[in-house]
Nanobody
Framework: QVQLVESGGGLVQPGGSLRLSCAASGSIFNRWAMGWYRQAPGKQRELVAGITSDDSTNYGDSVKGRFTISRNNAKNTVYLQMNSLKPEDTAVYYC??????????WGQGTQVTVSS
């Protein structure tokens, strides 16, 4: 059974940094497209960053230049390095994994709160 487990969320001051991790169980992780999404209260879930099996990346406009997605296939883990955090980055962050089009899995989410 596929599982995605996020970690690394927490409370951070504006301007600070956090690194989220998503550990995946299951086979052939290196062929999966992976992504991070977030959902703030009262808002729709939005794409934060994505990375393909060949390490191509894309980012939501609001995080470009501040966040970096990466993956370590040997550890079946995808990361989201978040720098220069702003209060508007506060949300539950979800890991998403897709072995192929039409199939996707979600983690349980991790809370990120940016506040002084």
């Amino acid at each position: 059974q596929v599982q995605l487990v996020e970690s690394g969320g927490g409370l951070v001051q504006p301007g600070g940094s956090l690194r989220l991790s998503c550990a995946a169980s299951g086979s052939i992780f290196n062929r999966w497209a992976m992504g991070w999404y977030r959902q703030a209260p009262g808002k729709q879930r939005e794409l934060v960053a994505g990375i393909t099996s060949d390490d191509s990346t894309n980012y939501g406009d609001s995080v470009k230049g501040r966040f970096t997605i990466s993956r370590n296939n040997a550890k079946n883990t995808v990361y989201l390095q978040m720098n220069s955090l702003k209060p508007e980055d506060t949300a539950v962050y979800y890991c998403n994994g897709s072995p192929r089009i039409g199939i996707e899995y979600w983690g349980q989410g991790t809370q990120v709160t940016v506040s002084s």
